[in-house]
Every structure is written in structure tokens, then in C-alpha cells.
């Protein structure tokens, strides 16, 4: 045996044509090893970062972007609710929710559009907010709209908005223990009704998909301009799609850089299942 060979030597120089074929296989390797992870990463962690992408990657129109709104700690009797009729909420959040209401009153006129289904892929990305505000706009603009907390399993409306909810709400009335009129709850100074979710259920496909729901929303439609449903995620629940027969257009909810985009397409196609219109997001 070479003594040269044991000593860690190469036998032939570094700049050899083998040589330089393996370091090439072996760079190749790695490039590709690491293309592979950021393929992986970009799938499991790729979010909705710019209205662009609404567009390129789900084919919908982004109608509106509203500013995250976070107040600092105050004492207990701080009015923490982000809404418009808030005089501490910012005036861009304000003039966002303007500027969406004014696209839904367009399509509106144009389709007759007037229950309106309000949903996101997940928890937190702020379809609640989005839902009470733009009724709330509708309403200080003179119409008459209803409110609907249809989010059964996991009520939020009333208690993120200050609302003292002394009566029942949707799940007592199609559970048949309450009447409409025991749900009804009229925001001061405005034109706006709300109905609460009620009583927490878990069992809320069966009541959502209940002919009482369509009869009530049928009665309700006759009553005022614009129902407002505030409802489960869509990509989490089939709350939301038992809900999409109901509605006549829906607005989805994205949270900036904060879904998965597989989340969202989930949501998305499971309204689309029902063909309910989507305006945008």
C-alpha cells in the first residue's frame, strides 16, 4: 500500500476533470436539497401578504383594506372596541370601512344583493370587526340593517363590542324558546338590529340548515335594506357553507400575512360548493 495514499493525499490533484464532476454532483446536490426545503417551507407557511396576491392566487377581487387597530392598556372603563362610532378609533380604519361600504351599496344596485355573508379561513382574522362595522355603516347611512352573530359554537359580536345582551338569541329561537321579537336588540341612536348567537351550541349545522333559518331570513328580508351574517370560518366549520344557501353574496375575510394560503383556498371553494357569489375581500 502507497504510504502517500494513507496520508490523506489525494492520488490525483484537485483540479482534475473527476474531480471537479463530483464537486459539481455534490454542489448540485446541496443547491438542490436546499430548494427542496424552501419549496417545503413556502407551502406550509405561505400567507397572503399584498391585495396582489388576492388576485393572482385565488382569481378575487380585493375590495378594501382596513388597518390593524391596537390601543395600548388603559384602565377598565377604556372603550376598547374597534368601531367606527368609537371617537378614538383611527380615521383610516374609519374611511377603509367607507370605501367598502361604498362597493357593497354599488354592487348592491346593481345585483339586488342584500343578505350578506361575512367569513374567513380561520379564527382572529377579524371578520367579526369587519361585520359589525360595515353594518354599522350601512345603518348611519340611513338604512335599515340586521346584524346576525351566527357563529353558534363560539359567540363574539356582543361581548366584543360592549353590547349587555339580556335576551336570547339565534340558537334559542330555531331551538323553538324564543320568539324573533325576544331576539331583536336595537343599537342606540341608529338603524341597526342585532340578533345574537345565543346560547352556546355545538350542534350548529343542524339549526343553520334548519327551514326555520329560511323562514326567518325570509321574514327578515322583507323587513329591512341589508342582513348583515356574521358567520363561523369557513375553512374550519360547515357552518359557514350550510349558511351559503341563505346568503346572496359573501365577502371573505383575509388577514394580512396570517392564513395559509391552503386555508384560504379551502374556505373559498367550500362557499363556492353552494355557487354563492364571493365580492371580494
Do not use: W
Not at 388603559?74 to 368609537?86: A, G
Not at 353594518?135 to 360592549?162: Q, T
Not at 329560511?214 to 357553507?241: G, N
Amino acid at each position: 500500500m502507497n504510504i502517500l495514499e494513507e496520508s490523506g493525499i489525494p492520488e490525483e490533484p484537485y483540479n482534475t476533470p473527476s474531480f471537479r464532476s463530483s464537486a459539481l454532483k455534490g454542489g448540485l446536490l446541496g443547491a438542490a436539497l436546499g430548494m427542496a426545503i424552501v419549496f417545503m417551507y413556502a407551502m406550509t407557511r405561505n400567507t397572503v401578504r399584498r391585495q396582489e396576491d388576492l388576485k393572482k392566487l385565488l382569481n378575487i377581487d380585493c375590495i378594501g383594506t382596513v388597518p390593524h387597530i391596537e390601543f395600548k392598556k388603559r384602565n377598565k372603563d377604556f372603550d376598547n372596541s374597534v368601531s367606527i362610532n368609537n371617537d378614538k378609533v383611527s380615521p383610516i380604519f374609519i374611511e377603509a370601512i367607507r370605501v367598502i361600504r361604498t362597493r357593497l351599496e354599488k354592487k348592491s344596485q346593481e345585483t339586488g344583493v342584500k343578505t350578506i355573508l361575512i367569513t374567513s379561513s380561520i379564527p382572529k382574522e377579524g371578520k367579526t370587526t369587519i361585520s359589525y362595522n360595515i353594518a354599522l355603516s350601512l345603518a348611519m347611512k340611513d338604512y335599515k340593517v340586521i346584524l346576525i352573530d351566527c357563529d353558534l359554537r363560539n359567540p363574539s359580536v356582543a361581548e366584543r363590542f360592549g353590547l349587555v345582551m339580556d335576551k336570547p338569541g339565534l340558537s334559542d329561537y330555531l331551538k323553538g324558546e324564543a320568539s324573533i321579537k325576544d331576539c331583536l336588540y336595537k343599537i342606540p341612536e341608529t338603524e341597526l338590529f342585532f340578533i345574537s348567537a345565543g346560547n352556546p351550541y355545538n350542534e350548529a349545522s343542524d339549526l343553520l340548515a334548519s327551514k326555520k333559518m329560511k323562514m326567518l331570513l325570509e321574514a327578515l328580508k322583507e323587513e329591512v335594506d341589508y342582513i348583515i351574517l356574521d358567520t363561523a370560518p369557513a375553512a374550519m366549520l360547515s357552518d359557514a357553507s350550510e349558511m351559503a344557501i341563505y346568503g346572496d353574496a359573501a365577502i371573505y375575510v383575509v388577514r394580512q400575512d396570517y392564513s395559509k394560503v391552503s386555508h384560504i383556498i379551502e374556505g373559498v371553494e367550500r362557499l363556492s360548493e353552494s355557487k354563492l357569489p364571493i365580492i371580494g375581500c
